[in-house]
């Protein structure tokens, strides 16, 4: 009987995983559409690329506008359009407090102490802190080593980036503010494919982190049921809720409705750690596109004798994204530098766990499975935020390629200015995220592991014994 509950609980859990990923590209999808209000009645020619004034081109002549159907409107291109559906999806679980997100522009935004999303934070952040201080009773009341002082660690990076994110929020009107007056300075799209291009980005990226990251936590219900190496329990869904609150039960004993609130926090924790490292990518991939739009329009003009008023246009459009890439810094280093050391310990800690013997099959799947997850995504965040360095670099080298007749004094200044600047975010000031960076975490995850794996015992981490408080 109870092998047929189990079987039955485990069909379940897959089956449900099947239905929401798919279900959850739809929903994004039409989050996406209900957020952008277009006026379909525009002219097409407000919506076109628009070249720099300073050589007085326009991309298109007016004979060739035509009026533009919906499909052409969906995107309009702007960074605040494209992050909306990924700020929505955030508010659901408690980050982010922002209100006007679906305004049709960035003039709708604003932050307020009296709104319901900021008291939803404040509440989700109270009740981090109370099952923070659990995890530390319950951590402090067994053997302190590197692998039990793993919850006390998750606890406290996400309460600290929820806090981050908490003052970013209060941040984000004017930083939107600043992001819109220096796109509406760059180069126009070309088509509507262009325009399209952020925002299908930012929402494939998004959804498929948060299909992976919901694939992982259906394998962990399925791991964490074990009831067949617990014979004293006989239901899975009490053996999965002490599983998932251990911290609680060590202090309280259990009931269904106490089991199922822990459980809806440690969902609310979950998504609050993926969410870091998916705003990270958003952004980087947002601060990338800038750069690309201004180095597509040096890659056409370089090899040309162009007046000097285009250099002066370039450099000050170089330097209004260089001041608003420090003043993103500023905002979220604190988060860069919490997603990062977090990253950092978990797949040292995985790492060092996956020498243990595995008591099952689906124990296997699950553990393997978040292992290649983390890393795919701890990779994803370093290589998405180091783009922008990437691109930041790319002008110096289209610079070489300026005609002598053409090389103004402007050109040298410009190229001076590309050379001594370090343009990259950062972690507190601590470290710039850049490719080389990959290489150091590597060799410190190598380093640190060596050193751990000569007091590596083998542990049952889903010994009964050792998870029964009772």
Not at 96 to 104: D, L, N, R, T, W
Not at 126 to 145: E, P, Y
Not at 276 to 300: K, P, W
């Amino acid at each position: 009987m109870e092998r047929k509950a189990g079987t039955l609980f485990y069909s379940c859990s897959l089956l449900l995983s099947l239905i929401l990923i798919p279900l959850m590209w739809i929903a994004l999808d039409f989050l996406h559409l209900c957020i952008l209000g277009l006026d379909c009645s525009q002219d097409a020619s407000k919506m076109g690329a628009v070249s720099s004034p300073i050589l007085g081109i326009e991309s298109f002549e007016a004979e060739n506008q035509v009026r533009g159907t919906r499909q052409n409107f969906l995107h309009n291109g702007t960074f605040h359009e494209a992050v909306a559906p990924v700020l929505a999806v955030a508010q659901f679980f408690c980050i982010m407090p922002v209100s006007g997100i679906c305004a049709v522009t960035h003039r709708g935004l604003s932050f307020s102490r009296r709104s319901w999303r900021f008291w939803y934070s404040l509440l989700y952040l109270c009740s981090t802190s109370v099952d923070l201080m659990f995890s530390i009773r319950k951590v402090f009341h067994g053997v302190l080593d590197v692998r039990s002082v793993e919850p006390i660690v998750f606890h406290v990076s996400i309460l600290v980036a929820s806090w981050q994110f908490l003052n970013l929020a209060r941040l984000w009107p004017g930083l939107m503010h600043h992001w819109a007056a220096v796109e509406d300075r760059l180069p126009g799209y070309r088509c509507c494919r262009d325009r399209d291009r952020l925002a299908r980005r930012i929402q494939l990226v998004a959804f498929l982190l948060l299909a992976l990251s919901l694939m992982e936590h259906l394998l962990s219900i399925i791991s964490v049921v074990y009831y067949d190496f617990c014979p004293q329990r006989s239901d899975p869904v009490e053996s999965y809720l002490r599983g998932t609150s251990l911290q609680l039960f060590s202090v309280f004993p259990y009931s269904n409705w106490l089991g199922w609130l822990g459980k809806l926090q440690n969902v609310l924790l979950t998504f609050g750690w993926s969410y870091m490292d998916i705003f990270l990518m958003v952004l980087g991939m947002g601060l990338t596109e800038m750069l690309a739009r201004l180095n597509r329009s040096l890659e056409q003009q370089v090899r040309r004798t162009m007046p000097e008023a285009y250099w002066t246009w370039s450099r000050t459009l170089y330097r209004s994204i260089v001041e608003l890439i420090r003043e993103v810094d500023d905002a979220v280093s604190g988060i860069i530098l919490i997603s990062f050391g977090s990253n950092l310990y978990f797949v040292c800690l995985q790492l060092l766990k996956s020498i243990n013997t595995m008591p099952s099959s689906a124990h296997a799947v699950y553990f393997y499975f978040s292992l290649l997850f983390l890393l795919g995504r701890s990779s994803a965040v370093l290589l998405f935020v180091s783009a922008i360095h990437d691109q930041a670099r790319v002008p110096l080298r289209l610079l070489r390629l300026v005609p002598s007749e053409g090389y103004h004094p402007e050109v040298s200044r410009f190229a001076a200015e590309l050379a001594s600047d370090q343009v990259a975010l950062t972690g507190l000031k601590f470290f710039s995220v850049t490719r080389q960076l990959y290489l150091m975490v590597a060799g410190t995850v190598a380093t640190y592991e060596l050193v751990l794996i000569q007091f590596h015992e083998d542990e049952k981490s889903w010994d009964c014994e050792l998870n029964d408080d009772d």
